[in-house]
């Protein structure tokens, strides 16, 4: 049933990439938790670990040329920011040369740098406008929950990780991005599709989510989760009115139970451990490590001008001497890292992306889909940002950039549509239907 599962999965996304090119991007978001389930099924996909990742890989290329060839164009409404971010890449790079230990730190690139191109360079470009925004969280919401269903229901678990093949255990941190991406999407499914079931049925999914991020014991994920969630709601609805009231109580109540049962069900215990992931006093003393890291780091640092401006150099951080692992807070490894030259890009990053999220939430309507798609988009960078504070570091957590380009294009299309006064667009729904959107510039991606 696993293998059949995968296999049917990869069709399914491999198809609608065909169809609409931007949908290609759920792929890249769901290749975590499909590899884990791969390999949790199946020996051949631990023996190859890397087959999960060259197929998403030739999915999203496929798209993207699939783009080009149907519209001729591929780097048009490509935000400043963009620039930005890879100058900080680029940059980043660069400072690999005066890293105290350069073979560690090219090493590091080594690992990583696939996944730098297929999240910085390759993805946002299969991302065109509203459209291939609304097509890419359709199906994330379709395949992510049922991927999500398939670990929490039907895979072997040990404390908080996936059993794979030969007695490996999976990454429960990646297991609860998954669900924490498609949870805080299927908050407002109801908003992207005509369909009366998402009502529904996001309730559903999203209690599967905040099951799985309890149950891989992830808090960081869970605390993430339901401030991103919060933020996707408050975004789409009118707050002040009584029903929105209603229904936001009814979310509360609902989020708690929700989360009561599953810490009562899954109270994960630490291996060789009795103390709990979830005790207070152990996220407390976690929480005081990582800071204390950090500031190993940044106490290398301020020894030296020269490295306050130009930094200690990427993945100084895991010299031995310093500190022998990433200081897991990806703003301060920045700081400490890329010095000034590098944070400064980092916080110019930020501050064009809040305005990006500023002026497309001011261009868009409440209860529209072209709404629902930037407030998923505006939860997933804040969602992916929270996460590189607790968890991240700049080669390993590339998604938060992606989502920030990702941004930056929709303010682009959504402010050209507003000056231009584009006509309505069919979803593919109303299409068969022949009656116009009710709000206006989402539609099928031509």
């Known amino acids: 049933m696993g293998v059949a599962t995968y296999a049917l999965f990869c069709l399914w996304l491999a198809v609608a990439s065909w169809k609409r090119p931007g949908t290609s991007l759920a792929a890249v978001l769901c290749m975590y938790g499909l590899e884990q389930w791969a390999q949790a099924s199946h020996p051949f996909f631990v023996q190859h670990p890397a087959f999960t990742n060259f197929l998403v890989g030739g999915i999203l290329v496929i798209a993207i040329g699939l ?18 971010i890879l100058a900080l890449f680029a940059y980043a790079l660069v400072s690999t040369q005066w890293s105290p230990r350069v073979d560690i730190s090219l090493n590091a690139w080594m690992k990583f740098w696939p996944y730098v191109i297929t999240f910085i360079v390759l993805a946002p470009l299969a991302i065109r406008d509203l459209a291939d925004l609304r097509n890419l969280f359709l199906t994330l919401l379709f395949v992510g929950s049922l991927i999500a269903t398939l670990l929490l229901f039907f895979a072997k678990w040990e404390t908080r990780h996936v059993v794979l093949g030969y007695g490996l255990h999976g990454n429960p941190l990646a297991v609860a991005q998954l669900a924490g991406m498609v949870g805080l999407t299927a908050i407002v499914a109801d908003q992207l599709s005509s369909v009366r079931l998402w009502a529904l049925v996001k309730w559903a999914i999203l209690a599967v989510c905040v099951i799985l991020v309890v149950r891989s014991g992830s808090r960081g994920q869970l605390l993430s989760l339901l401030f991103a969630v919060g933020l996707s709601w408050a975004l789409t609805r009118r707050v002040l009115s009584i029903r929105s009231i209603l229904i936001t109580g009814f979310a509360c109540v609902f989020l708690g139970e929700i989360l009561k049962l599953a810490l009562g069900t899954y109270w ?6 009795t103390e ?17 890291q950090a500031g190993i780091l940044l106490t290398h640092w301020l020894k030296d001008p020269a490295t306050m401006l130009l930094g200690l150099g990427n993945s100084a951080s895991f010299d031995p001497r310093i500190i022998g692992f990433y200081p897991h807070i990806t703003v301060l490894e920045i700081l400490g890292e890329e010095g000034l030259v590098g944070f400064a890009l980092l916080l110019l990053i930020l501050y064009r992306s809040v305005r990006s999220a500023v002026t497309s939430l001011r261009i868009t309507q409440r209860g529209s889909a072209e709404r629902a798609c930037v407030a998923i988009l505006v939860s997933m960078l804040t969602f992916t940002f929270i996460l590189s504070c607790k968890e991240g570091s700049l080669l390993a957590t590339p998604d938060m950039f992606m989502f920030a380009i990702i941004l930056g294009k929709m303010e682009l299309y959504l402010r050209r549509a507003e000056q231009d006064e ?24 031509q």
Do not use: C, K, N
């Open 268 to 273: 994960v215990y630490e291996a060789d451990s």
């Open 422 to 445: 584009l006509p309505e667009i069919e979803t593919p729904e109303e299409e068969q239907a022949h009656s116009p959107l009710s709000h206006g510039l989402l539609g099928h991606a």
């Open 67 to 84: 783009r080009i060839v149907r519209t001729g164009t591929l780097f048009e409404d490509y935000p400043r920011h963009a620039g930005l």
């Open 276 to 292: 709990s992931r979830w005790d207070e006093q152990a996220m407390r003393r976690d929480v005081l490590d990582r800071l204390h």
